[in-house]
């Protein structure tokens, strides 16, 4: 749990796949919410948390089903307003004396229902402000059993074909209880549900980033005292605004490392520690281990290998240069919320690992560190906004993913200088026509990759025997699902014939039209 001086809003996690969603559109209304699974919400931590309002999130088990997930007796006495959603709405009626019928998935004989449904009014209700003006409110179902009986208390104030009780509430007591899920984009106007609740449960809204500026550099302070700091910058948003709070935090007692592996993109190493050690004034030491690594790299094609060698590597190097940097007692990490959020396992069993991805995870233990990690709270988008606050260029802030491993894993085959070299330049002017044709904020990340393929051409009255490259783009929203981006022909004809005129080395360029799954974003 952490401590914050804003109102707070407990999430209790049932285990929906959308639960983050529904604390995005709390923290979209400047409201601080946590999320916490079921299992560790005791008497005792709701006593500790004190919310001023409770959501139930929906869940995939049944409450007909003995021994499946409950919310603690003590919420119901807090006094505080509480919103259930889908199996949180069951819960609810279970815990408060009402009944909940099995569907076709549980093995009742109750309707189960999936997809779009219409929600017509029963009733006015503050919740529904705004909601049913035009007429029924399209809502996303996913449920497989149903409400049967009302707890005591609690009426229908709407309703849809195959869910008479698709919204309940008890007002005496603000408890509501709807059957669909407001958190998902197929509830257009979800969002709006949110923003009633919160405003019922007197929230003030003063969650916003100025806010949590002042709050986290206090709360730096307070932890790091007159001791040192050190942070590996990669470039990315994360370690960039963690740097730049720190830095502000406690100016030089942060250094920064930042572990040139000699597989950033064009001018990107000029950039980066430009920016920071001239425009900001941060402490930075630029470790260009580029022989190191482009060494041991030699004659390397596995992909595994090639990443396993740059993850030991990288530590190798951050803590050598770590350890010249006297008395430094703490290690900042750029870790997000949706990294923190313990999620609630119903399948138990380890996935499986498709790619190995490098962090400096470890590294704490290793060198006797203390972790600071000033964006544990915060999710992409605020880390965003937190930026724009601590004065980062938008540019910066906005710029694409980029893997630790670099260029390493967009260069299958053997990684050469010349590959490289040739890479940068046609990645640089692919970026360059995006960027020119206003495209870039709509692709989630875009790139090149050189084919360890040569393939013939012909260029002026000359037989050429050039590489191949692939220009990849796409849509996500966390990278762990994406589409192609569906540039039109003109653009990507026009851009071929720029990076086949303006690079040597490429003869030829594809579009990669997979999407994820079942490709993955990288090509290795
Ligand atoms: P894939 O290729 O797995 O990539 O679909 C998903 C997202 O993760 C990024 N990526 C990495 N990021 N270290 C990172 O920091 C890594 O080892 C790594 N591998 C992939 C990738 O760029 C995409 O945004």
Known sequence: MTDTAHDRLLIIDFGSQVTQLIARRLRELSVYCEIHPYQNVTDAFMAEFAPKAVIFSGGPDSVVREGSPRAPESVFAMGVPILGICYGQQVMMQQLGGRVEGGKISGGGGTAEFGRAYVTSAGNLPLLDGWFEAGPEQVWMSHGDHVAELAPGFEVYGTSPNAPYA??????????????????????????????????????????????????????????????????????????????????????????????????????????????????????????????????????????????????????????????????????????????????????????????????????????????????????????ALGRELGLPASFIGRHPFPGPGLAIRCPGE????????????????????RKHGLYDEIWQAFCAILPVRTVGVMGDGRTYDYACALRAVTSVDGMTADYYPFSHEFLGETATRIINEVPGINRVTYDITSKPPGTIEWE
């Open 167 to 384: 919204i309940l509430a008890d007002t005496s007591r603000n408890f509501y209880a709807v059957q669909f899920h407001p958190e998902v984009h197929h509830t257009p106007r979800g969002a709006k549900l949110y923003e009633n609740f919160v405003k019922l449960a007197g929230f003030t809204g003063d969650w916003t980033m100025g806010a949590y500026r002042e709050q986290a550099i206090e709360a730096i302070r307070d932890q790091v005292g007159d001791k040192k700091v050190i942070c590996a910058l990669s470039g990315g948003v994360d370690s960039s605004v963690a740097a730049a709070l720190i830095h502000e935090a406690v100016g030089d007692q942060l250094t920064c490392v930042f572990v040139d592996h000699g597989l950033l993109r064009k001018d990107e190493a000029k950039e980066v520690v430009g920016m920071f050690r001239d425009h900001m004034n941060l402490q930075v030491i630029h470790a260009d281990e580029t022989e190191l690594f482009l060494g041991e790299l030699e004659g390397q094609s596995d992909p595994e290998t090639k990443r396993k060698i740059i993850g030991r590597l990288f530590i190798d190097v951050f803590q050598k240069y770590a350890d010249e940097i006297e008395g430094a007692e703490f290690l900042a990490q750029g870790t997000l919320y949706p990294d923190v959020i313990e999620s609630v396992s119903f399948s138990g069993g380890p996935s499986v690992t498709i790619k190995s991805h490098h962090n400096v995870g470890g590294l704490p233990e290793k060198m006797g560190l203390k972790l600071v990690e000033p964006l544990r709270e915060l999710f992409k988008d605020e880390v965003r």
């Open 415 to 434: 990684i050469t200088r010349a590959k490289l070299d040739i890479l940068r330049e046609a990645d640089a002017v692919y970026i360059d026509q995006i």
